[in-house]
């Protein structure tokens, strides 16, 4: 299984190496990489829903049809961590490879949100941009400790 993960984000965070932390301990089996996207810049010009717009627009471009996406937002569906390691599970049954997006700091587009497979709520709270991909990133680590018995998950 390959896990792609694509952010609309600003510029590089003091998170990285936590992302890449978590992403490191999955098994070599399961292949991941976290792609940034540049926020368009903001401008007086432009209104908030051109800028999201556009910046759908980039991040479609790097989706094909066939794959599975999932995107992060607000109002997406809420789901314990255990159905998420459900979802990984079926993932690696199905040679599903998802790809996680997680829009820039004003949301995603109306055209990516109807692209997407899924759309899943990390909280109802407002989390810093940021820290979006790390929690994504331990997440998907805490599932695979689930699915392989590890202690990991108690913690």
């Given at each position: 299984?390959n ?11 003091e998170y990285?190496s936590?992302?890449?932390?978590y992403?490191g301990?999955l ?7 976290h ?18 717009e ?10 094909a ?8 937002d607000?109002?997406g569906r ?5 159905e998420f390691s459900?979802?990984?599970q079926?993932w690696?049954?199905?040679?599903i490879?998802?790809?996680?997006g997680?829009?820039?700091?004003d949301?995603f587009s ?6 997407a497979?899924k759309?899943?709520?990390?909280s109802?709270?407002?989390l810093?941009?940021?820290?979006v991909?790390?929690i994504?990133?331990e ?5 695979w400790?689930?699915?392989?018995h ?6």
């Open positions: 299984m896990i792609k993960i694509i952010s609309i984000a600003s510029k590089k965070t990285e936590i992302i890449s932390d992403l301990r098994p070599k089996q399961i292949t991941s990489e792609i940034k996207i540049p926020i368009v810049r903001r401008t007086k010009k432009q209104s908030i829903n051109q800028i999201i556009a910046e759908g627009k980039n991040f479609l471009e790097k989706i049809d066939r794959e599975t996406l999932i995107v992060l607000q109002r809420s789901i314990s961590t255990n459900n979802w990984m079926d690696l049954d199905n040679a490879d998802p790809i996680f997680i829009g820039g700091p949301g109306e055209s990516v949100l109807n692209r497979n759309i899943l709520s990390l109802s709270m407002t810093p941009h940021s820290l991909p790390v994504l990133a997440q998907l680590y805490r599932s400790s689930i699915l392989n590890l202690p990991y998950h108690r913690s």
